[in-house]
């Protein structure tokens, strides 16, 4: 089991800087990947950004030079900093955890599918203000 508990969600106008962060706790193995998705109404839950216990990450093409995605290991913790934030950016932020022994070795595309996903946090919302 995995638990995941995120917070730093806010209100900001664009332009403006967010950092996420997921408390990460319970029993992750060895090998895994973690990640930001988000979810806007009337939309799809997508992938924003992974990062994999082998400290490889990916990142969604909207995303890449604006957000980046690290972990803390000695804090269990999961950060996602977001720069140059945009309206189109305003959605429920959630972390979530991928534990599947192959979960590393998916195509990169494949870490940021929500549905291959077992866990996750309740989120946290991100407002993004013109």
């Known amino acids: 089991q995995v638990q995941l508990v995120e917070s730093g969600g806010g209100s900001v106008q664009a332009g403006g800087s967010l950092r996420l962060s997921c408390a990460i706790s319970g029993n992750t193995y060895s090998t895994y990947c973690i990640g930001w998705f988000r979810q806007a109404p009337g939309k799809q839950r997508e992938g924003v950004a992974t990062?994999?216990?082998?400290?490889?990450?990916t990142y969604a093409d909207s995303e890449k030079g604006r957000f980046t995605i690290s972990q803390d290991s000695a804090k269990n913790t999961l950060y996602l900093q977001m720069n140059s934030l945009k309206p189109e950016d305003t959605a429920m932020y959630y972390c979530?955890?991928?534990?599947?022994?192959?979960?590393?070795?998916?195509?990169?595309?494949?870490?940021?599918?929500?549905?291959?996903?077992?866990?996750w946090g309740q989120g946290t919302q991100v407002t993004v203000s013109s």
């Open positions: 979530a955890a991928d534990v599947s022994p192959v979960a590393r070795a998916r195509p990169p595309s494949s870490k940021r599918n929500p549905l291959l996903y077992g866990y």
């Open positions: 990062i994999c216990s082998d400290g490889t990450t």
